[in-house]
């Protein structure tokens, strides 16, 4: 089993309140796009029913924990206002505008770096881009990575932190399964396959070939 240095809870709760950052541009530009500005305020509206605020003086384990739960709220909303609104097709471009807002997101000069490493050293450049994608996903749920090699990562997520939370399926098979194996695919040449296990799974990274 590789040992991957932990995230504290302070830098998981940056994290979540990045994540929510990143939704509140991306998802009102997609649905200002494909519907109107009316669809905007009211996907807004319901997010703002479902968030609770965060104490000042609270410790950086419960701020984490109001925070994820915020962002479980906004996610599982929008994945329900989309399909509802717009049906299994704009499920699927709102999957795409997902994809770009990750490649947006983690594009610039570690990018360039990467890809010039993966040139001179494929096997190096795989591990560390399995280690840094596994400890930057540490916020989202508890796992262990039980395999780490210059050709593979098996991650193993017993309970997944998500699907405790109710309707929360389009974000699994959409927002984690299927809009990362395609950013994983499309800008890091990595292919991603997920074995679901009731609330948990099982994911292997490789290298495309």
């Not at 709760?13 to 991306?26: E, F, N, S």
């Not at 040139?119 to 399995?130: C, I, M, N, Q, R």
């Not at 927002?175 to 890091?188: D, I, K, N």
Request: net charge positive; hydrophobic share 40%; glycine share 4%.
């Amino acid at each position: 089993m590789a040992k991957l240095k932990q995230m504290t809870d302070n830098e998981k709760y940056h994290c979540v309140c990045d994540a929510m950052k990143r939704t509140r541009q991306y998802v009102p530009a997609f649905l200002k796009q494909q519907l109107s500005d009316k669809a905007v305020l009211e996907l807004q509206a319901i997010w703002q029913e479902g968030t609770r605020s965060i104490p000042e003086n609270a410790t950086s384990t419960e701020k984490y924990e109001l925070a994820y739960a915020n962002y479980m709220w906004m996610a599982r909303s929008t994945y329900s206002y989309v399909r509802k609104q717009l049906g299994n097709e704009g499920i699927q471009k709102f999957e795409r505008a997902e994809i770009e807002m990750l490649k947006r997101s983690n594009s610039g000069l570690t990018m360039l770096l990467l890809r010039l490493l993966r040139a001179v050293a494929p096997g190096s450049a795989f591990v560390l881009v399995a280690k840094q994608t596994a400890h930057q996903l540490q916020w989202v749920t508890p796992f262990t990575v039980d395999e780490l090699s210059r050709k593979k990562m098996v991650v193993t997520v017993p309970q997944c932190k998500a699907l405790s939370f109710p309707d929360t399926e389009d974000l699994c098979a959409i927002g984690c399964q299927s809009t990362y194996r395609t950013w994983f695919a499309e800008q890091l040449h990595l292919v991603m396959d997920t074995h679901r296990q009731t609330t948990g799974c099982t994911k292997i990274l490789v290298p495309s070939r």
